[in-house]
């Protein structure tokens, strides 16, 4: 159909004047006895448009005036009678689709705890068209990032034989039937498709070392998977993930790179979403703006765990999880250092080895990894990042002291054999990002179907 959008009808001044056809959803319609106002919506703006209708020159089926029904408008582009911008004097308006009354998005705020029940037309709310442009141009601005950088953008395989992160979160990949019987594992994954055990992946960083070890940088950006019983504001099972990884780059680059990466990708959100920001500092995060230009503006935090530890016990307040050095960090400790102590992300590094995974760089002391995650207030983890351990003999320890099967990280230890090179990255949620940057609270609210433990609409 020959249409222009919304946003350009709204925003091309040189459009005043001519003749344009639009097409959209009625969003709210308000009359009186001669004319009649239909606010349309197309997805292309967060304005939406006013068409002016009038009754005696033009004729309107009451189908079109209902809220929720799609339509084909063609009118006059002036200028609003109201502010600056653009409405159509309609000249003929055609329905395309009709929505009865029991249309669930009505003019009136729904819950979002409501709207999750109805995620195929929750979309339609001012709210979700609002975080899915934010989510577009984020991710367009993360690929520019890195294609400006000289970053190649791979894409590494969803189903693997291999456990990046070893916590055991793997879902299984499997044809067998329900009701195989076998006396021991192995013969039962032999007889499965791919003749061993298969899962769907956590995380692309394995394959990303090897493109980097050849490419010199490069990054994902695709699904990651995990099986995480944790039913909370934070986790999906099923996430996007953003994993640059580096040749001949050690701790400080990597957290040099995603201090960089997360600050021009909110300037860029900054600039191309100003309606879709207003609307969430008024309606979901009072200071969202202010918060975002501080961020922006400010170092980040550089917090040694060790040191994190001495913070936490001192607090005046009482965790529920109580805190000793070599343990994880929980959300409750990871909110307090952002929120109370240092106001603004933080990088927290040098993790117990115990506590993180395998592949990560040994530090002198014997003790500790060259990891980081970065911690943001309101969230938590927004980044877990390392330097990877290059030394083979090393790594070697590293995986056996976690019996893990040697035989299926063998091409991951050539990495190692053949021309080792310091090297690292990070992996960026791409959901808790979104949030950080719209003040949704709930990562089931950013991402278009949520998975989740028992969920899977
Ligand atoms: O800290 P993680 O587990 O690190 C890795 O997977 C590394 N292999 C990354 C790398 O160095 N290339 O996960 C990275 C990030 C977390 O900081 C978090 O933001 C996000 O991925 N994440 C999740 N997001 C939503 N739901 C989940 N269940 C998530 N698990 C991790
Ligand atoms: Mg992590």
Not at 28 to 41: G, H, N, P, W
Not at 75 to 81: C, D, M, N, S
Not at 221 to 246: C, D, K, M, Q, Y
Not at 376 to 381: A, D, K, L, R, S
Request: hydrophobic share 40%; proline share 4%; net charge negative.
């Amino acid at each position: 159909m020959k249409h222009i959008d919304i946003a350009d009808v709204l925003h091309k001044s040189e459009l005043i004047g001519t003749e344009a056809v639009v097409c959209g959803w009625v969003r709210t319609y308000r009359d009186s006895s001669a004319v009649a106002f239909l606010e349309l919506a197309d997805g292309t703006s967060f304005a939406r448009l006013q068409v002016v209708v009038d009754k005696n020159a033009v004729s309107l089926d009451a189908e079109c005036t209902k809220c929720g029904a799609s339509v084909c408008v063609r009118g006059e582009v002036v200028k609003a009678f109201r502010g600056d911008g653009a409405e159509l004097n309609a000249r003929e308006v055609k329905l395309l689709g009709k929505c009865p009354n029991d249309y669930p998005i009505q003019k009136k705020r729904t819950s979002l705890e409501f709207l999750r029940t109805i995620p195929h037309l929750r979309l339609r709310t001012n709210t979700f068209t609002a975080v899915f442009r934010v989510r577009s141009v984020a991710a367009q601005a993360i690929h520019r990032y890195f294609h400006d950088r000289r970053y190649y953008y791979i894409n590494t395989p969803l189903i693997t034989a291999s456990d990046c992160e070893g916590a055991g979160e793997m879902f299984r990949v499997t044809t067998q039937p329900w009701n195989a019987k076998y006396e021991r594992e192995d013969a039962y994954f032999k007889e499965d498709f791919f003749g061993q055990k298969a899962g769907l992946s956590v995380s692309g960083q394995l394959e990303g070392e090897v493109a980097a070890t050849a490419l010199g940088r490069i990054y994902t950006f695709g699904p990651s998977f995990r099986a995480e019983n944790s039913n909370t504001t934070r986790h999906l099972a099923e996430f996007w993930h953003v994993e640059p990884e580096i040749a001949f780059a050690e701790l400080p680059d990597v957290m040099e790179i995603a201090e960089d990466m997360i600050k021009t990708v909110i300037r860029t959100v900054m600039a191309e979403c100003p309606e879709e920001m207003d609307f969430f500092e008024k309606f979901m995060e009072p200071g969202l703006k202010a918060k975002l230009s501080n961020v922006v503006e400010s170092e980040f935090g550089v917090l040694d765990y060790t040191d994190a530890i001495e913070l936490l016990k001192k607090a005046d307040v009482s965790f529920q999880y109580p805190v000793e050095w070599g343990c994880d960090l929980q959300t409750e400790h990871e909110k307090y250092i952002t929120e109370h102590v240092f106001k603004k992300p933080v990088f927290v590094i040098n993790y117990p080895k115990e506590i993180k995974s395998f592949y990560m760089k040994q530090n002198a002391d014997g003790k500790t990894v060259a990891a980081t995650d970065l911690l943001v207030p309101g969230i938590g983890e927004i980044i877990g990042g390392s330097e990877r351990e290059a030394d083979p003999e090393k790594l070697l320890a590293a995986m056996k002291a976690r019996g893990m099967d040697l035989s299926a990280y063998r091409q991951y230890l050539d990495l190692r054999t053949f021309g080792t090179v310091p090297h690292g990255g990070f992996g960026l949620g791409f959901e808790r990002f979104v949030m950080y940057v719209t003040g949704m609270e709930n990562i089931r609210d950013v991402t278009l179907f949520p998975r989740s433990v028992k969920n899977i609409m």
